[in-house]
């Protein structure tokens, strides 16, 4: 914040001080501990100011009723126009010893005339320290705030937007609700006690969680109104076995079922579906979705697959035309380079990358799919309806996938943004893949396990490509090339890791490629066909393999620079081993001797829970600006936090009540309005 941001007095009060330092501790003289913060009440008995090489120092000689001390100040001459000798003043800082004469002295001490009401703001108390960035001065700041919570009155409303406390109108549930907002503000600012501070903020935090709450449902709200394209089928029942097509050769999970039911209602309501389908690695997203996308061209309409890589499209594409030979699908990137003629063409599903979002205009689809939400910015994910003619266009309804929920869509789904379906069941008997974080000290070692683990049950040795491997291995890089980037020149990359690893095994017969998004498309097309034919034992790669890639034979894992992937790529990319059923493992390496980043580390690799590890990101990242377009970080609470659900339930029972009571509630906490549809808060 800076001060052009203080125009008001709730701009002031919502100044939130950066700490607090006690200077509550008064003492006498003689009775002063050394190196402790106390303030000491004294009488000026004489100033003095004399100059040394680059700087002038301010020297005071200071009295009470047990002795003198001589108290110095460097650099700030206006401390001797303040200093009234004769008069009593409150001296705020630590004594220390004079390195050459051995003597107590008290430096760069806080000075405050003593009040006649003995209420001092700068001393003698526990003082809020600001920060530096403001161009109003702490001493400034602090004053005027004092003359501000000393004059708000209970309930009173007094440019705060609130109109009523929650203890006026519910039973207070918790200590929390009991305290009102101006005493909460007063003791925020100017506290008796650090406990007493922790109270003050989780009330405001409260009020800041009801806010937020309140916006979101605006927001829901908004996006209910809108029109919808088209209803898809009435009546969808879960005991309906026309929903399934039988087309599909397996039998869907319980969850799986369940999901399709809650989807296919969704696209029979007037107004638009926002749902977010949730479900780990491997429970079966994509037929869930394919499902859903047949059913809404029986009805007549287009359906889009946005997926966020060209390989994770062209996989969906095959998938699809395996399990739903009869749905019609265009494959849309920016390679195949489709002129689209929608006047003439009959319902389909456009599955592409970002191309696809580029069409959007012509498509017009009733059904908006995108697979792996978590690899979009929020901007990718509010699609350009200004390009349709219509002033007010009818709105997609809206399906939004992840294997891995981030930290920003569980707590919008703790909002209700979002209607969220969960698939818990695997639809592969998936083992856990056994992770290690393994010492630099031991690459060696580990390389040559990594051989032997993806060539003792291979097929004979052959320098010829068309000879099938049974296992296989990935190692992922976190860039393509070494960076240039201060900092991080030496983070391994996947094109000297190729070289590195190649050069250590020194074997013709181990086949290995490399893939990253800097190749050609003809080469990055020939390398994952070797790899789907397992022609290929080790793939070096980029996390250009974190979503989508399915390789049944893959069985092992080695991640470089693991501390630079969050929790939610780390699991995707450990998702791609052990697909089929086998045992599986997985490799970290990191140069990082953080302890805090080992840490992360060490719980990834005793962590299989999708879920669990999403709270762990959530409480390293936060949830992100649930209402702007940050992706990770705290937002703009100032008062809340995103990891303290315990209080969040707590807001979101309160305003229910709110609600219930149909009370003229006002927010405490204005927000910056959306300016775009609720698709741009997924």
């Known amino acids: 914040m800076t001060d052009q941001n203080l125009t008001t007095v709730q701009d002031l009060l919502l100044t939130l001080p950066l700490r607090y330092e006690d200077r509550s501790n008064i003492c006498t003289i003689a009775a002063a501990p050394l190196n402790q913060p106390i303030t000491i009440l004294a009488t000026v008995k004489k100033v003095s100011q004399f100059y040394k090489p680059g700087r002038s120092i301010t020297q005071a000689t200071i009295e009470d009723d047990t002795g003198k001390l001589n108290c110095y100040w460097f650099n700030s001459p206006y401390i001797r126009t303040k200093l009234k000798i004769g008069q009593e003043f409150c001296f705020a800082g630590k004594v220390t010893l004079n390195t050459k004469t051995s003597r107590p002295v008290l430096s760069q001490p806080v000075v405050e005339a003593l009040s006649t009401d003995a209420d001092t703001i700068h001393t003698g108390r526990i003082v809020p320290l600001y920060t530096q960035t403001l161009a ?3 001493g400034s700041l602090r004053r005027v705030l004092k003359e501000i919570v000393d004059h708000l009155a209970p309930w009173q409303n007094f440019q705060i937007n609130q109109k009523f406390t929650l203890a006026e109108t519910l039973e207070p549930i918790t200590e929390i609700i009991s305290s009102d907002l101006a005493q909460a503000f007063k003791t925020l600012h100017f506290p008796d006690s650090t406990e007493a501070v922790i109270l003050a903020r989780e009330r405001l935090a409260l009020e800041e969680l009801l806010s937020v709450i309140h916006q979101a449902t605006q927001l829901k709200n908004q996006w209910q109104h809108q029109s919808v394209v088209a209803r898809i089928k009435p009546e969808i029942k879960l005991t309906d ?11 869907l999970t319980t969850d799986q079922r369940q999901a399709v039911t809650e989807i296919l209602t969704d696209l029979n309501l007037d107004h638009p579906m926002n749902r977010l389908l949730m479900g780990d690695v491997g429970s079966g ?43 019609p699908i265009v494959l849309l990137t920016s390679t195949t380079r489709a002129k689209l003629k929608i006047d003439s063409l009959k319902p389909q599903l456009y599955l592409g990358t970002h191309a696809v979002l580029n069409q959007l205009h012509l498509i017009k689809p009733a059904l908006l799919i995108y697979d792996e939400q978590h690899r979009f910015g929020v901007k990718h994910r509010s699609p350009g309806w200004e390009k349709l003619p219509a002033v007010q266009p009818p709105q997609p309804h809206l399906l939004t996938m992840t294997a891995t929920p981030i930290p920003r869509s569980l707590m919008l789904s703790l909002f209700a943004h979002l209607k969220v379906s969960t698939l818990t069941q695997s639809a592969f008997n998936k083992i856990p893949t056994q992770t290690w974080l393994v010492p630099e000290s031991k690459r060696v070692e580990a390389l040559a396990w990594v051989k032997r683990q993806l060539t003792s049950n291979a097929a004979p040795q052959s320098t010829n490509l068309s000879v099938t491997q049974s296992e296989q291995g990935l190692v992922v890089c976190p860039f393509i090339n070494p960076s240039e980037t201060a900092g991080f020149e030496t983070i391994a990359a996947a094109t000297e890791t190729f070289t590195a690893i190649k050069a ?26 070797d790899l789907f034919a ?57 140069q990082s001797h953080s302890p805090e980043v080992r840490a992360r580390l060490q719980a990834f690799c005793h962590e299989h829970d999708g879920l669990k590890l999403a709270e762990l990101d959530l409480q390293r990242r936060g949830a992100g600006d649930l209402f702007g377009t940050a992706q990770h970080g705290f937002g703009e609470l100032q008062f809340a936090s995103w990891t303290n659900l315990s209080l969040i339930q707590t807001a979101r029972l309160l305003y229910q009540n709110l609600i219930a009571k149909t009370l003229k509630w006002q927010p405490l906490f204005s927000r910056k309005q959306a300016t775009a549809l609720p698709v741009a808060a997924n």
């Open 136 to 138: 109003v001065k702490q």
């Open 241 to 251: 076995p026309t929903i399934i097509p039988t087309s599909i050769p397996f039998t």
């Open 285 to 327: 997203k994509t037929v869930v979705a394919g499902i859903a996308a047949e059913w809404t061209i029986k009805a007549g309409q287009n359906a889009c697959l946005v997926a966020p890589t060209q390989i994770l499209a062209e996989q969906h594409l095959q998938t699809l035309q395996k399990i739903l030979p009869n749905l």
């Open 504 to 529: 250590a095994y020194d074997d013709p017969n181990f086949q290995m490629a490399l893939l990253h998004g800097g190749q050609s498309t003809a080469v990055k097309k020939q390398v994952m066909a």
């Open 534 to 590: 397992q022609k290929i034992q080790l793939l070096v790669t980029t996390p250009i393999v974190e979503v989508g890639v399915d390789l049944p034979a893959a069985k092992l894992m080695i991640i470089e620079a693991a501390e630079r992937f969050g929790l939610a790529s780390l699991h995707q990319l450990r998702g791609r081993v052990g697909r089929a059923g086998q045992a599986s493992y997985c490799l970290l390496f990191t």
